[in-house]
């Protein structure tokens, strides 16, 4: 059975999952195609792309399925105009802006008929957002892998107090592996949830096979938050974060604590695969998966999960008899 919440209604899928836009993970076609081919929402992560690539790949995508899918791009990339250059070009349907304010982006892409969602950090940034004119918002907890919220602030409260301050669908994430997860999330005002971790442990997407081993082995206290105070990027804990932070720690300067955060990327973990000194962006919940699944396959069970989270559910409170 589909699903039918504003969410599913405003970017015409089936379930409500989007599989969140992540750099290099989901810098494909293979990961973005099977998810929306599944009726959840695939989406590119445009961030490391040559813009060229990401042209092929929106293309594979857009001749593999009917279904919508959309491209990530974060705002502050040095490539970001020529990405919304070219998913206007390619008429994709959805556009997920993060990282940087959507206002002045918006009407070319409301022109074209291209829906909006915005990444935002806060209720206040949703409020902002929404008043920009996009047409959802999502809002990710300090949980997530990647870039959680510079002031930290946990999913289950971020995304209560984003439902509280806009009246634009919401989409929640950080920390959501499975069906629990997402109920969890519908139970507080969401209407959607983005799943990015969850999705990274598949085998479509784009990362180096030691990254997604490193992931899975990974226990829920696994990962730990680089960059406290600035721009926060959180990763598995492991020869790169263990110096970094014994630098903090000594109260080492900040050009120093520049000069060990830039030794290591994203890039070195998720394409050489070394990940001792790598940033191996994954998020706490990476400690409740312990099994890749094919991504397609992957959408039917956290629907499923979802099924019997909210069975579980009712049967807490059964209606009374009448007397
Ligand atoms: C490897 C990795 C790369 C990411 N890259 C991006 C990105 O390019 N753009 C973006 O908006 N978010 C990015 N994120 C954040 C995800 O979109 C998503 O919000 C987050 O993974 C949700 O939390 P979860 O990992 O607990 O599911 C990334 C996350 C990971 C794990």
């Not at 969140?20 to 081919?37: H, I, T």
Request: hydrophobic fraction near 45%; charge should be neutral.
């Amino acid at each position: 059975m589909p699903f039918k919440t504003r969410v599913t209604a405003l970017l015409g899928i089936r379930y409500p999952i989007i599989q969140a836009g992540m750099s290099w993970a989901s810098s494909n076609a293979e990961l973005a195609l099977a998810v929306s081919r599944a009726g959840g929402l695939g989406v590119i992560g445009a961030g490391p792309m040559h813009p060229d690539d990401l042209r092929a790949a929106i293309r594979t995508v857009k001749a593999g399925t009917g279904n919508p899918y959309a491209v990530n791009v974060p705002l502050y990339n040095k490539r970001a105009a020529s990405f919304l250059d070219i998913a206007l070009e390619e008429q994709v349907p959805i556009l997920i802006g993060s990282q940087g304010g959507p206002k002045q982006h918006l009407a070319r892409f409301k022109d074209a008929g291209i829906k909006w969602v915005h990444v935002t950090a806060s209720p206040v940034h949703a409020k902002k957002a929404e008043e920009a004119g996009v047409d959802a918002v999502i809002a990710v907890g300090v949980e997530a892998g990647g870039h959680p919220p510079p002031d930290e602030v946990g999913t289950l409260v971020v995304v209560r107090a984003v439902c509280k301050a806009v009246t634009i669908p919401v989409i929640a994430g950080g920390g959501v592996a499975d069906g629990a997860g997402i109920a969890a999330m519908f139970c507080l005002g969401a209407e959607g949830v983005q799943l990015g971790t969850r999705f990274l442990l598949t085998p479509e997407s784009n990362l180096h096979p030691a990254y997604k081993a490193a992931a899975l082995e990974s226990d829920i206290a696994g990962t730990t938050l680089v960059g406290r105070g600035k721009l926060p990027i959180r990763v598995l804990k492991n020869d790169f974060t263990g110096e970094y932070d014994a630098a903090e720690r000594s109260g080492r300067s900040e050009g120093e604590l520049k000069a060990i955060y830039e030794t290591s990327s994203l890039k070195l973990a998720a394409f050489d695969g070394d990940v001792a000194r790598g940033k191996v962006e994954v998020g706490q919940c990476a400690g409740l998966i312990d099994e890749l699944v094919p991504a397609g396959e992957l959408v039917g069970r956290l629907v499923a999960e979802f099924d019997r989270a909210v069975a579980r559910l009712a049967a807490l409170r059964p209606v009374a008899e009448p007397a």
